[in-house]
Every structure is written in C-alpha cells, then in structure tokens.
C-alpha cells in the first residue's frame, strides 16, 4: 500500500500529534529512524524534522526553528527564547542530543538553544503542546530536540577522510560576519569528527536607519566527538567549549560581559534480542557567567557572577512486544547547582560592603520514571498511551544583602526580605504525573486526521522561587521577559499543570499538500505575575514600571496553524511552489479574561520558490497584524501590523553552494511583538518612555559553503 510521505518542508515540521509519533518511536530520536513498526499492510505516516545534510547553515539554531513554526522572544543575538503554543522559557523542554541544560542567569541569558550553532546540527524535532512522554517531562508546551550528536563512519577498515566543509557569511543590517567548519574521519568503527562556529555582529539598524541601541555580540563554539561500534553496539563521547566574551541584551536592565561553558556527554546504544534496544546516556555541563557592561551604548556599573551545573542520565528501552506493539520505558535523574552572586563595589554606600546573594547552593533534582506502550490496531489505526512520573525537589541555602543599614531614613527591605527568607524552610517538593494519549487514524491513502490528548505539568525554576529582593534594583535584575518590570520570587510556588487537546488534518496529493492542526490548553497554577508595587525615575507617568510577585493562576490559551503546499508548473523554466501558512494564538487568564503576556498576533506567509537545476529562487511575503490585547500588570506595549517581504537566491556548483538573500526588501520599519522593551534606548533617551523594540531594516545577506 502506498506510504503518505511528508517531506521536510517546513510546514509539516510542525505537526504537533505527527512528530509527536516520531519521537515516541525511539527514546534517542534519529533521523533515519521513521517508521512506526514493520507491520505488514499498514499505511504509515513518515515525518521527519528540519535536516541540515549539508551542514551550510551559519548562525543560531532559531533560523532553523522558525522555519517549523517556533516563534522567539527576543534577547542577546543568539539567546532569544523559544515560544511554542504562546508559551515561553521553562515551560518547553529543550533537550541537546538528549541532554538537559538548564539556563543559568536571572535573566536567561544563557538559554539551552544559545549553546549550539545552526552548523552543528544535524536534525531538529518540535512537538507543541501533546509530547509522548518518552520525548522529555517537566514542560506543559512541547519538546524541542536539537541532534548534533551523529557519529559518521565509512566502509575502510583504516581511519580515512569522510567529509568536512566551510561555510562564511555576511549580514549587512549590523556588520555580521560569521564562519563554520566542520571535519569527520572515520573508519567502518571509529569515527571522529570537530564542528566550529564564530559569529560577530554590530548593533543593526531598523527601517528607519536608526542603531537598535545594545544589540551587538561575538560567540564562538566548538564540538568534538569520538565514536566506536561494531554490528550491535555504539558509544558516543561529546565535548563542548562554548565562549561569550559580550553580548548586549537591549531589552535588560544588564549585559553579558563573558559566558564560559563546557560540556561533556556519553551515550550507549545496543541493539538487543527480538530487535529490542537499549540506550544509556550521561551528561555533564558547567557555565560560568558574568553580567554588567561593556559598551557605550548601555552604561552602568554592576557586576553580577552566575556558576550553574548540569548532572544526569537517561536510561531507555524500546522492547517490541508483539509484530505490531512496543513498549518504550525509561528512567531518568538530574540534578542542576547554581550560584548566583552580585558582588560588592568598592566605595558604594547600596551596593556593599557585602557581596549581595541572590540564590546560594541553589538545587533542582528531577527523578523520572515513565512507561508508553505504541499499538497499531489495523490498517487505519495507530494508539499511543504513556504515563510518567517525576519527583521534583528544590532548595537554596541562606542569602544576605549588600548591606543591613538604612539608608537617608527608609527601611532596608533587603535586609528584612533577607532575614525572612532565611527563617524559611525552603526545601520543596513537587510530585508530577504526565499522560498521554495518541490517535491517528487514516482516512484514505492521502488523507490522515490525528488526535492526542496530555497532562504535561513544569514545577516552578529556582529563580521564581527563590529570588527573594524586594527592592527597585533588586527586583530589575530577575526576569526574562524584557519589560522593563521588577520581579519577586515566591517560594510556595506550585507546579504548573496544563490539559491540552490537539487535532491535526493532513492531505498529501501530487501537487497538493495541506495540514491544518488546532489545539486547546487549560493549565492550572500557571506561573505569572501579580503587581505588588511600582516605580518610576521620572516626573513623566510613561516611563513608569511595576514590581510583580510569582503567583499561581489559572489559564486557557488556544490556537490553530494552516499549511498549504501547491505545484504550480514544472517545466523548463523549472519547478514552481506556491507555499502558505497561517499562525493564530490566543491566551488569557481565566479570573478577569485579562491577556496573557507576549502573545503572538494573527501572522500569514506566503512564499513563491522555483526550482531550476541546481539554482533556487524564493520570494515570500509575510504579514503580522496589529497587536492590541496586551498584558496591563507588565505594561505590555500593543504594535501596529506590518509586513514585510524576502528574497533568496542560491547555486549549487560541484562542492560549492551561494547564497545571496535580501531581508526585509522594502526597508520596512516595525516593532517586534514579541521583543519586549529597549531599555537601552530609555536610557540614552527617556523621553518617549519604555518603547517597543524595533525589528531590523533591509539586510543584504551572503552565504557561501564548500563542501570537501
């Protein structure tokens, strides 16, 4: 029977329930592993995520997540944070070939995503919303999983060249130019392989010709890997050095003045009896981080010192039970240390003579345990059910303030909020059960409609428990929402529990291919915020901001994504493809109906590529519409629709690909929904008070990659 086969375009990267099915195949998802089971007269959907085989791609890994419907919130220059489902930060699980890293930094800075570059990867994965629970726990959004982890190996009994390539690029909207390598030598059972990349970019300019004040950065990472197998086995080792020395983060009241990780993992893979197999893994990850100033285009005077480390393993089975049943069990631990520190500066009255203690000997431990059990029923059916449980353990040492005097008659609130927080009993546990329940049923050979069903619950990170200042200044250096706000912690905190239902259509013809997927979610005790007071260093009542406390509600956010995909001639002017999609999300607390914050607004694209040979065009076009339902307690600013328009061109030739793209043709001027507030522009001028943070003007973009 005939095999719907959803390529890897974009659109259908984003399915959630489709993918979904994916990484519940394999606990350590790869890319040539599709297939449900091997069963005899079943139609099976085959779903891939974005690949990178040519390993081009310079830059972040958000160019390539776009392209599958994530949407960012703008930060750094290579540290924005993911949004799936209009929800950000912890609530998605982002796993690093398996790994789980957890961003250090009261302003997450440092972002799992901001420790891989596009040239490294070699597969990226996104599940919104219904994640198996074999895919990752302790998320209520979805899963992203980025693989760079792919030992290649050869027919040689001798260690020979297998592949390597270099790419560089230039980006003309802030002066960026960046590089990559990437090496492999191998044999038919060793396989060694380095992977590169440098970035370095100047502030950009928005379609006015203005300098997006504090956007600047320079990042470099590096990765090697060792691997050995033989006919049933393999073992994996993975290094990594990644360093920061600045990057601007317009939207914060600070900078990051270095970032220095190192990362190391192991990963065992046998195939067992009755084509069962195993996989064990191990990882380790440490940062050390700094935050304070380094460029005249935000001055100030603070530094700030954060030491996390990440520890953990997986243990994973996938044990067929019959010729169309699996069973996939797993257990997991991590554990993940921080330090967060602001030290004293010499000859300040506020800030010393102590060094200020924001989260001493912080502790997060996860224990996982969690069983899924996949059935293909008939020729149409396909079931998944799975159950996982997590114990969830957080703690911190006792803190101090800078100082325990009053200053010119008014109380030190540090100093109370300090000796509050430290006759606490702050150890705090959360017990979370995860379900899930998958349906795909397939209507004809071209036509599938999917269902799945999930409890998913986050506990609460140690920054939202634990960050305990209570002053103007305390409280603008927590938050990773670049509003400007000042946020609180609040150790009673309970986990995050969201029940989502998801729906997907899918029909793939010829020339047409189309996927419309809807989805519901009620969380309970989702994790916002409550006004608890206010600020302002000026007469003027726009430049006003709010100090808010970690609270508990309740939520309901929605939406749905269209995709369509149409042929329109191929010919010996070449292959034409008409491409759309449209996004549209809502969100809102249940008490009140008041706008949950950073929505994304209604957004469609519409894009024209032909195909002629070894040369690619592209021309889309992509409009976002006014945003005018905005969270009141962040001062959350609204934004006026725009649209904007791309063009691309690339050649292929022998070893050698270019490509030339014009970002933003028009020279459109807009403001960033979803990027928060310039802080750096507020404080070169105050006048217009806390504005929204523009998008970047017309960018003239140059990639070339070769290929050896």
């Known amino acids: 029977m005939q095999t719907i086969k959803l390529t890897n375009n974009a659109p259908w990267a984003y399915s959630s329930i489709a993918l979904a099915v994916t990484l519940a195949i394999t606990p350590q998802v790869r890319a040539e592993s599709n297939d449900i089971q091997n069963n005899q007269g079943v139609e099976h959907v085959k779903v891939q995520g974005q690949q990178t085989t040519h390993k081009d791609l310079l830059g972040s890994a958000e160019n390539l997540l776009k392209k599958q419907g994530v949407d960012f919130s703008e930060a750094g220059g290579v540290s924005a944070l993911p949004i799936l489902n209009g929800m950000m930060g912890d609530r998605i699980k982002i796993l690093i070939d398996g790994s789980d890293i957890t961003s250090s930094c009261a302003n997450q800075m440092n972002p799992p995503l901001s420790y891989v570059s596009a040239n490294q990867i070699s597969s990226t994965q996104v599940v919104a919303g219904v994640s198996p629970v074999s895919a990752g726990g302790d998320n209520i959004a979805g899963v992203i999983k980025i693989s760079s982890l792919n030992p290649l190996f050869t027919d040689s009994d001798a260690v020979t060249w297998h592949s390597g390539n270099v790419s560089s690029g230039y980006r003309s909207t802030d002066d960026a130019f960046l590089a990559g390598v990437n090496a492999t030598v191998a044999s038919k059972t060793l396989s060694f392989s380095y992977q590169g990349s440098f970035e370095d970019a100047n502030s950009y300019t928005d379609g006015h010709g203005d300098k997006v004040l504090d956007t600047l950065y320079q990042s470099q990472n590096h990765a090697l890997t060792a691997a050995w197998q033989d006919e049933t086995q393999q073992i994996a080792i993975k290094l990594t050095h990644q360093h920061i020395p600045y990057q601007g983060f317009a939207n914060q009241y600070m900078d990051m003045t270095n970032n220095d990780s190192y990362g190391a993992l192991v990963r065992y893979q046998r195939s067992l009896e009755n084509d069962a197999e195993f996989t064990a893994q191990a990882n380790w990850h440490s940062v050390e981080h700094e935050m304070g100033f380094f460029t005249d285009e935000k001055t100030g005077k603070m530094p700030m010192e954060t030491k996390g480390k990440d520890y953990s393993y997986q243990l994973h089975w996938q044990l067929p039970i019959s010729s169309d049943s699996t069973l996939l069990i797993g257990q997991e631990y991590y554990v993940y240390q921080l330090d967060d520190t602001w030290p004293a500066i010499e000859g300040s009255s506020m800030m010393g003579p102590n060094d200020y203690v924001n989260i001493n000997d912080g502790k997060r431990q996860r224990a996982a345990l969690y069983g899924e059990w996949q059935h293909t029923l008939n020729s149409r059916w396909w079931l ?260 904007l328009l791309n063009l691309s061109s690339s050649i292929q030739w022998q070893g050698a690909t270019m490509t030339v793209a014009v970002k933003n043709l028009l020279d459109e001027y807009y403001q960033l929904p979803l990027g928060g507030v310039s802080i750096a522009q507020y404080k070169t001028d105050n006048s217009n008070g806390f504005e929204q943070i523009a998008g970047a003007g017309r960018s003239l973009e140059l990639n070339i990659n070769y290929a050896f």
């Open 384 to 643: 998944s059910a799975g159950v996982r449980y997590e114990y969830v353990s957080t703690n911190a040492a006792e803190v101090q303030p800078y100082n325990t005097m009053a200053m010119m008659g008014m109380t030190n609130v540090n100093a109370i909020a300090a000796d509050e927080f430290n006759s606490l009993y702050r150890k705090r546990n959360d017990n979370i059960i995860d379900a899930t329940l998958l349906a795909r049923y397939q209507l004809s050979d071209t036509e599938v409609i999917e269902v799945g069903l999930a409890r998913k619950s986050r506990a609460p990170n140690l920054y939202e428990r634990y960050s305990w200042g209570q002053s103007t200044m305390a409280t603008t250096m927590i938050g990773w929402f670049g509003d400007g706000n000042g946020y609180i912690g609040n150790p009673n905190l309970n986990a995050e529990t969201a029940h989502t239902l998801s729906t997907a259509y899918k029909l793939v013809q010829d020339d047409l291919a189309f996927s419309a997927t809807a989805w519901y979610s009620k969380i309970n005790d989702y994790i916002d915020a409550d006004e608890v007071g206010s600020f302002n260093k000026t007469p003027m009542t726009n430049t006003r901001r709010n100090i808010l406390q970690f609270t508990n509600v309740n939520a309901t956010l929605f939406g749905a994504r269209i995709d369509a995909e149409y042929q329109l001639a191929e010919n010996r002017s070449g292959k034409w493809l008409m491409v759309a999609n449209a996004t549209a999300t809502h969100g809102e607390r249940d008490n009140g109906d008041e706008p949950l914050y950073q929505i994304k607004p209604l957004q469609t694209e519409l894009a024209l590529h032909q195909e002629l040979g070894d040369w690619k065009n592209s021309l889309s076009w992509q409009w976002v519409a006014s945003k005018d339902r905005v969270d009141s307690q962040r001062l959350e600013n609204t934004t006026n629709s725009y649209s």
